[in-house]
């Protein structure tokens, strides 16, 4: 078992008072929710004292993670890598080939975010005469908001279309039919995105990847980044999105909620159930949060020393990777990694259309692991 490791820990209150303190949620907290994403965190905080990190991009959430991306992740004179832009750009020529048999492409932005990382990769799609139309789709409108203006911007001759869809709790077959994506047709496919790692950070990966598959025709291709290897080798120091997106995540859970800075600790761990490395909000009071809802009063008890996890990352090993693509109906075509091989470009078609297997035995697809 991997050992735990703290950080920006406070020390514990030294109160003994056993009385709870009554919270209720901010104002902005209702704003930016909708009834059944509040009944949905009610939920998550009573059986699995959890706040989904997929609701942090919502309201404010959206900007701040904007901010966190511009300036820790866009490539600079300083920094010339990007884990994304760079599995797409050394992988291009074979997701070219996987759609040579087609004329053009619908690209399915999922979880676009700010849409930079496939800024490249659209341009390159756009001089091959390759792209009918670009749809994002995420979670936070906010979030869209923001995609949209980069887009339109970068690319004012391209289809853009938006949706605010959960993947992880629907499928995408209503933006396939109105955008008449959904019809099997000679010259167009779909394309699937769903990048910055966010596979891993699913609660329910593998009904995602269902809902995916379910979403896919046998043209379409689903292509995802993870991380590789396993998270029980962490050492303890957070970087990157475990550090500075977490921070934030921790900042606007705590303004929204309104739990007191002195009565909670940020602790960052590994999380041997879930083979993930989780960030949660340790309490050192007694809290009750009074949530109002639909005319629904419902409080959540939280004592003190319990944790509430807000963010969480799972990396794959290479045979449960496989083991879920299976049990979601899909099938390898083909897996990038970065030099170290500490993340994956996984490119997936539906299941029925090829076996991976015989691929690699013909040499069709090229083997696991490839140097990029």
Not at 40 to 47: G, Q, R
Not at 55 to 71: D, I, P, V
Not at 191 to 213: C, D, E, P, W, Y
Not at 301 to 322: D, N, R, V
Request: aromatic letters at 10%.
């Amino acid at each position: 078992m991997a050992t735990n490791f703290h950080a920006n820990s406070q020390p514990s209150s030294s109160s003994n008072i056993s009385f709870p303190r009554n919270v209720h949620p901010s104002d902005e907290f209702y704003s930016i929710f909708s009834g059944e994403e509040v009944l949905e965190i009610i939920h998550a905080l009573e059986v699995k004292r959890e706040i989904p990190l997929k609701y942090s991009y919502k309201g404010k959430g959206a900007t701040s993670w904007n901010n966190f991306y511009l300036k820790h992740l866009i490539p600079r004179w300083y920094r010339s890598s990007n884990l994304e832009i760079d599995l797409l750009r050394n992988n291009f020529s074979f997701i070219n080939s996987l759609t040579q048999e087609v004329e053009q492409l619908n690209i399915i932005d999922v979880g676009s975010g700010n849409s930079y990382p496939v800024k490249e990769f659209i341009s390159k799609l756009l001089k091959l005469g390759k792209i009918n139309k670009y749809i994002a789709v995420d979670i936070s409108e906010e979030m869209l908001a923001i995609s949209r203006d980069n887009f339109t911007k970068w690319f004012p001759q391209i289809k853009f279309s938006s949706y605010s869809i959960d993947v992880e709790n629907n499928s995408l077959n209503k933006i396939l039919v109105e955008n008449d994506a959904n019809l099997e047709t000679a010259n167009t496919a779909n394309v699937f995105l769903h990048l910055g790692v966010t596979i891993s950070n699913h609660k329910n990966r593998s009904q995602a990847l269902k809902n995916f598959r379910d979403s896919m025709g046998k043209n379409d291709l689903l292509i995802f980044t993870s991380e590789s290897g396993s998270n029980a080798k962490w050492d303890g120091i957070a970087r990157g999105g475990f550090k500075y997106h977490v921070d934030r995540v921790y900042a606007g859970i705590k303004e929204k909620i309104g739990i007191r800075a002195e009565d909670c600790e940020l602790v960052r761990k590994y999380d041997v159930e879930t083979d993930s490395k989780v960030a949660n909000i340790k309490l050192n009071h007694n809290y009750s949060i009074e949530f109002d809802i639909k005319g629904i009063n419902k409080k959540v008890e939280i004592s003190e020393g319990e944790e509430i996890t807000i963010w969480s990352h799972h990396a794959y090993e290479l045979p449960e990777l496989l083991q879920e693509l299976s049990q979601a109906g899909l099938e390898l075509a083909h897996l990038g990694t970065n030099k170290n091989k500490s993340h994956l470009l996984v490119i997936c078609q539906v299941a029925s259309r090829r076996k991976y297997s015989e691929a690699v035995t013909r040499g069709k697809v090229a083997p696991l692991f490839p140097h990029n």
